[in-house]
């Protein structure tokens, strides 16, 4: 299947949305959360990649990022692969998920040969290209705003699946390992 839009330069940085099946509202709980801020972090720390920023919402990620090793794609293909089916999991293990019956039925699709399987993220990650500071700024505002236009908070920073607290106090105190934009930086490998 192709998508309008595609990772051409596999070594720039992206803004990237990562979007739930179905838009089903997972990251409601805190186990699921940890799932992908581990995740992130092991991508950084094995993978090569530097996340600029990042929002976690109920039913999606948005990241800014660049892969060292300039293999965004595969990156991601493999974050997507390890997170989908250890959530799933974890969803059919959570006997305390009200939803999980539910959540497992919208995820659910049966192949032609009638094989079970699991369909958690959308396959598409609608990348945007980062060419310019200028745009990398604009769409870290928008990631960093992201709970504030959506009611949860009152100022980006309060908000815990967010590098918004590392741009406010210039340094590491989230969840997840984020390199800070420069404001004068225009490369960033």
Known sequence: MAYAYKIADGGAVYFLTITVNKWVDV???KTYCDIIT????????????I???YVLMSNHLHLLVQAR???LSDVLRDFKKFTSGTI??????NKQESRRDWMLWLFKETGAEGKVS???WKPDNNPEVCYQLTFMWQKLNYIHNNPVRA???QKA??????SAQEYVFGKQVGRVKVALLDSVQTTYI
């Open 151 to 153: 009611g949860i908070v």
């Open 27 to 29: 990251f409601t709980r």
């Open 157 to 162: 920073e309060e908000y815990v699946y967010s």
């Open 38 to 49: 581990e995740s992130l972090n092991f991508c950084v720390e094995k993978k090569g990649l």
């Open 118 to 120: 699991f369909q958690f």
């Open 88 to 93: 799933v999991k974890a969803i059919e293990e």
């Open 51 to 53: 996340i600029f920023g």
């Open 69 to 71: 090793n300039e293999d």
